[in-house]
């Protein structure tokens, strides 16, 4: 047990002392831990390219939106919505459009790469 106990009994004067704990080393030897177990799955964000086709959250509703140029800001871009409304969005605002359908719907992924990806024909 670490408890010291509140005793009369004879006690260690060593065990009496303070002791100055270093938490600067402790803090960033648990950051580097975190650090390492993050980067485990963690995989880099391809940039997009220009003119192309996203689908993002804007109105209440998920829209298409095609990139149309980057802006003076990492990581901003200026996007073209279906109503034709420009924006201003940041790389977390949106999904490669072919990743959102394989989450929405498998089945409607195997449509849609079929149409990508028409099969061979001799």
Avoid at 28 to 56: C, F, I, S, W
Avoid at 59 to 81: C, F, K
Wanted: positive net charge.
């Amino acid at each position: 047990m670490k408890r010291t106990l509140r005793t009369k009994l004879p006690v260690s004067p060593s065990l009496l002392q303070p002791v100055v704990i270093d938490a600067r080393e402790q803090v960033v030897a648990r950051h580097r831990q975190q650090k390492e177990v993050y980067d485990r799955t963690a995989k880099p964000v391809r940039p997009p390219q220009l003119g192309e086709v996203v689908r993002m959250h804007h109105g209440g509703e998920s829209q298409r939106a095609i990139i149309r140029h980057n802006t003076n800001t990492p990581r901003s871009y200026i996007v073209e919505t279906q109503d034709d409304s420009k924006l201003r969005r940041n790389r977390r605002h949106y999904l490669n459009d072919i990743i959102v359908l394989e989450r929405f719907n498998s089945t409607f992924f195997l449509l849609l790469s079929m149409f990508y990806y028409p099969p061979f024909a001799p």
